[in-house]
Structure formats: structure tokens, C-alpha cells
């Protein structure tokens, strides 16, 4: 089969060799120790009828020592399939996929050349290639309830064999031909549940991938109030999760039934299959009591060993689901691989980058320290309350005093004052050294961190209209591209799609609306570049249209002119901005600088 193939081609080559030996001598040792404690059960039985005390202790007391080989060699066989599964397999079935997946930008690049994309390459290496392993190894093994398919295979071989030589050879056709029928029913059954739990753990890796990216984009999703919309897709993919494994209950009933039918009916056939081969067998004088309880004993013995073939198919199921999801990373990779040797067959070469221009010359920037009137304490200086008495009236934000500490740092910032309001006349740029708080001073202003003192005002982040928050690596979801615009907010195609294609060609990506349908859905921040995806977080400024926007560093993948395209429109449409940022370029569209020291203190 393909499945067994392609996991033994990248098994480990002797190791592989080493490990089925081993396998199968302790599995004949099982095997063996097996079929003697059911074979003895007659001899047994008739060293209690004859009143032999002395044979019936004596073949007790060999029975337990075999017994006790058997389970010995069972543990040696559970630990070494452990160790060749959980550590060579799996380093021979991960290290190759983890080579082609860190190499030539392959992450990105299955996520785009490929009709269904994959996205969860990282889930898939992390969790799929494990749970592959352990399901070769639980059906391969076995776990200490059962043997797998090897240690099952000769113990089954060991009980047949021995029941045709004490018994009749009858029987054992007529237990063969009763588990064939039995197992034919099993594995149907079981290949049609194989789409089902592939299609299940599709979906919880959906899911997964979900939490993974809510997780790291918490921050950037917080500043925008996007919870409502994350809520609503991780509600989805929940119930997805739920639906799909819903699917399987069925099936899995119908599994489960017909299996343990079987095991319910391995005491009555043991019985039976005997008798039928003892009512016609045509000479009938070797037949007694003892060989009764021994054929059926040795039966018994076959078929519980062959009811583990019907348990193994579940797992059988499970290991062909992750097995394709596995091989799907697998043909990405590849092709991936061949697109890439065409590339350097055939000498493709990237372009030089680009030139950047000369930064525009500044214009006069008033720093706000310099307007502060001296006060009674000292002459310490308040930095916004006084300096900002030109504000009109409607101001939106407003920091009075505030201080607060970096959260798991000693390091605190103080001295927060200043006041923002619409229009663009009087926009505030947060300036200082790296590391100093400038980012800081915004996460407190949106209610992520707490302010040890003063005083904060500022509207709901839930006001679009009031206030926008643009990141520097703005959050792009897995939704249409409309919902890259329109986010926090959902993407209606009917009412948005002019809105979402002006905003778009107000950032210089119209031609974006070209290339994918706004209601198309991709991987972005694989599709888009670093300049598109804050191209994409200014659009929403454009599309909201707020009057205030609290911009950290949101141009700094621009190239100049475009950055100065854009803030020129903010500041045309009375825009009030609260930026941080480090270009020289970004000055000339704020009125007032407030200074952070490299100790905290404005």
C-alpha cells in the first residue's frame, strides 16, 4: 500500500531491517508462550478429572513460567516499537520535511503555488508527523491491551498451526472462513470512515492554526477591537471541529458494534466450531473431553487474537488520515523543489532593489517642552496640559500626568501628558530613543496595560469613526480581502465593495482589486509584502474615515513618497494624528513632539 511503502522508503534504512527482526522473534516468543497456556488447558482439565494432583501442579507451574516469558517478551517488543517509532521514525519521516520546509522559502511558497494552499505547514510538522508515528507504532506494536499487526500475525499463525496438529485441520478452515467474513464486513466499514476522520483532523488543524495566529496577533487585534470578529471565526471553526467529528460518531458506531459483536461471540464460536468439527469428523475415537477443551481453548485463542485486526482498523483509519495530511506537505515540498530547480535551470534572477530618494528637507517642528510654563514645584514643567491650551474644542484623547511600569520590568515611564484633537492642527509625534516606552505609552493609551497614575480620556476603540489604531505589522486575518479593509467590522460585498476598491486605490494598491476578487481569500501576510500589508492597515483609515488616528511606526515599509502622499491626505481630511515613529520624514505632519528619555521620563 502507499501509506506502508512511503513509511518504510524513510524509516532508517538497517534500523528498519534490525527492527522487524526483532519484532518478529518476540513476537514468536509470544507467540509460542501464547498458544501453550490455551494448548494445556486440556491437559489441564483431564489432570482434574483423573485426580492427578502431581501432573496438574506440574503443568500449572509450567504454564505460569511460560506465561511469564510471554509477558516479558511482550514488554521487550511494546518498548522496542516505542523507541523505534517515538525516535528514529520519527526523525527520519521529520528531519527530511523540516530540510525542504526551511529551505528556499518554502513555508511561503506552498501557501501559493498550489490550488489548495497550505497553510498549517507548521501544525502539520509538529503535530501530524507525530501522530503518525505513534499510530505506525500502535498498529505495527500494539499498546500493552493488544499486539499489533506483526506480534497479532504470529500469534495467530502459532494457535492455527497447533489446533490443525492436535485437532483437525478442519477447524481450522472453519475458523478462518468465520473471521474472513467478519473482517470483510470490518475493513468496508472502516474504509469508508477513512474521508470522514481525514476530514476531522483537517478541521482541528484549522482550528489550531486559528488559536496559534490569534495568539501571536493578540496585540495588534486588541488595538483594533477585533475581538467580536475573532470570536465569530474561532466560533466557526469550533463548530467546523464539532460537525466533522460529529460525522464520525456513526461510523464509528458501526465500527465499535460489529467489532465487539465479535468479541461477545468468540466464547460461543469457541464452543461451536469444535462441535461441528467433532459431530463431522467421521472416526470419532480419539475425540474426548480433554481434546474438546483444548480445540476449543486453542479457538478461543485464534480468534481473540484475530478480534484485534477489527480493533486495529480504527486505528488503521487514523493513521491513513495523517498519513495524508503528511504526504499533502510532502507534494508541496516537492513541487516546490521543482519549481525551484526550473528557476536555476533556466537562470531566473531577481531585480536589484530599488534606490531610495532623499529624504524632504524638515519643516519647523514646535517641541512641546519648549511651550511648557514653569510651576510653583521646583520649576518642574507639566508637558501637554499647559503646553496644549491651543487646542480647539472636541478634542478626542487626552493624557494628564500618566506613568506607568513595563509590565516584568523595573523600567518605568512618567511624566504622559499631551492632548490630541481633529483637523491636523495640532498633532502630537512620540520621539526618543529605541527601547525608551514610545510604544508603550500607546499600549497604555488603548487599556492593554495599566497606568499606575493620572489620567487618561479618549473614546472607545470601538468608535471607528472616532479612533483607529495602525500598527506597524497591521493584523491581516485569513478572511476575503474586502475584510482586510473593512476589519474590525465584517466584509458585506453588497454594501462595501466601492467603499473597500476607493480606500484600496487611496494607498496606492488599486491595482490589488485586479488582482483578487475582494471576496477572494488567501493566505495574506504570505501574499502581501511588508509595504502592502501597511498599505492595507492605512486603507482602513480611509475606509473607517476616524477623526483621530494613533499611528506606531504604520509607514515605515513605505517608501517616501508614498508615505508622504498618504499623510498629506490624512492631513488634508482633518485627520488628527498621534504617531510614533523614527524617520525624519513623519515630522513634517505634526505639530508638537513629545520627548521620551531613555530613563522613562517625558
Known amino acids: 500500500m502507499p501509506t506502508a511503502t512511503w513509511i518504510l522508503a524513510h524509516s532508517g534504512g538497517w534500523r528498519t531491517a534490525a527492527f522487524l527482526i526483532v519484532q518478529l522473534a518476540l513476537s514468536s516468543v509470544y ?12 491437559d489441564l482439565a483431564g489432570a482434574v478429572t483423573r485426580d492427578d494432583k502431581r501432573a496438574f501442579l506440574s503443568m500449572a507451574a509450567w504454564m505460569l513460567a511460560v506465561a511469564g516469558g510471554g509477558a516479558l517478551a511482550q514488554s521487550i517488543l511494546l518498548f522496542t516499537g516505542d523507541l523505534f517509532c517515538n525516535k528514529y521514525l520519527l526523525a527520519s519521516l521529520s528531519q527530511p520535511l523540516l530540510q525542504a520546509y526551511a529551505a528556499n522559502d518554502a513555508a511561503v511558497r506552498i501557501t501559493l503555488t498550489r490550488p489548495l494552499p497550505i497553510v498549517d505547514g507548521d ?3 509538529s503535530t501530524d508527523v507525530p501522530t503518525l508515528c505513534r499510530q505506525v507504532k500502535n498498529v505495527a506494536v500494539g499498546t500493552p491491551m493488544y499486539l499489533g499487526w506483526i506480534g497479532t500475525t504470529v500469534t495467530v499463525g502459532f494457535a492455527l498451526g497447533v489446533l490443525g496438529q492436535t485437532a483437525s485441520w478442519l477447524l481450522v478452515l472453519y475458523t478462518a472462513l468465520y473471521f474472513a467474513v467478519v473482517a470483510s464486513v470490518s475493513v468496508i466499514t472502516s474504509r469508508v470512515n477513512v474521508p470522514f476522520e481525514a476530514a476531522a483532523a483537517a478541521r482541528s488543524s ?5 488559536y496559534c495566529r490569534l495568539y501571536m496577533k493578540s496585540e495588534a487585534v486588541a488595538f483594533l477591537e477585533g475581538e467580536s470578529l475573532e470570536r465569530q471565526r474561532l466560533v466557526t471553526a469550533v463548530e467546523g471541529v464539532a460537525r466533522a467529528q460529529h460525522a464520525t460518531v456513526p461510523r464509528r458506531f458501526v465500527m465499535n458494534t460489529w467489532s465487539l459483536s465479535f468479541y461477545w461471540m468468540e466464547a460461543v464460536a469457541s464452543c461451536v466450531i469444535p462441535a461441528v468439527g467433532w459431530i463431522l469428523t467421521p472416526d470419532r475415537a480419539g475425540l474426548n473431553a480433554d481434546n474438546f477443551v483444548t480445540s476449543s481453548a486453542l479457538v478461543y485463542t485464534a480468534l481473540d487474537n484475530m478480534s484485534v485486526f477489527l480493533l486495529l482498523s480504527s486505528e488503521w483509519t487514523c493513521l491513513v488520515a495523517a498519513y495524508g ?3 499533502e506537505l510532502r507534494d508541496a515540498l516537492l513541487e516546490v523543489r521543482r519549481e525551484e530547480s526550473m528557476r536555476t535551470r533556466d537562470g531566473v534572477t531577481s531585480l536589484p532593489p530599488s534606490t531610495p530618494t532623499e529624504s524632504e528637507p524638515l519643516t519647523s517642528t514646535r517641541d512641546v517642552a519648549s511651550l511648557l510654563p514653569p510651576t510653583h514645584d521646583d520649576g518642574a514643567r507639566h508637558n501637554a496640559a499647559a503646553a496644549l491650551l491651543l487646542v480647539r474644542e472636541g478634542e478626542l484623547i487626552e493624557c494628564d500626568e500618566v506613568r506607568f511600569r513595563i509590565p516584568n520590568s523595573e523600567r518605568t515611564v512618567s511624566g504622559v501628558s499631551f492632548r490630541v484633537s ?8 512620540i520621539v526618543g530613543p529605541s527601547g525608551c516606552g514610545k510604544s508603550s505609552i500607546l499600549r497604555v493609551l488603548a487599556g492593554l496595560w495599566p497606568a499606575c497614575g493620572g489620567e487618561i480620556r479618549r473614546p472607545p476603540l470601538s468608535e471607528t469613526k472616532s479612533i483607529l489604531f495602525v500598527p506597524q505589522r497591521p493584523y491581516l486575518t485569513d478572511g476575503a480581502l474586502g475584510e482586510q479593509v473593512t476589519y474590525p467590522e465584517p466584509f458585506a460585498p453588497d454594501r462595501s465593495s466601492d467603499a473597500v476598491r476607493s480606500a484600496l486605490a487611496e494607498v496606492g494598491l488599486g491595482e490589488l482589486a485586479g488582482r483578487f476578487a475582494l471576496t477572494d481569500t488567501q493566505a495574506w501576510p504570505d501574499v502581501l509584502s511588508g509595504g502592502e500589508q501597511q498599505r492595507v492597515g492605512l486603507a482602513r483609515v480611509f475606509y473607517h474615515g476616524p477623526r483621530l488616528v494613533v499611528m506606531d511606526e ?3 515599509a513605505l517608501d517616501e513618497d508614498a508615505e508622504r502622499d498618504i499623510l498629506s491626505s490624512l492631513t488634508r481630511r482633518g485627520v488628527g494624528l ?3 515613529a523614527h524617520r525624519s520624514t ?3 505632519y505634526h505639530q508638537y513632539l513629545l520627548r521620551v528619555g531613555a530613563d522613562g521620563v517625558c
Open 31 to 42: 507467540g509460542y508462550a501464547n498458544t501453550f497456556v490455551y494448548g494445556s488447558s486440556g
Open 123 to 125: 501544525v502539520r510538522l
Open 206 to 210: 484549522r482550528l489550531t492554526s486559528l
Open 325 to 327: 495530511r503528511v504526504s
Open 422 to 429: 481633529p483637523g491636523g492642527g495640532c498633532n502630537v509625534l
Open 554 to 556: 504604520g509607514t515605515s
Open 578 to 580: 498621534l504617531s510614533v
Open 586 to 588: 513623519v515630522r513634517p
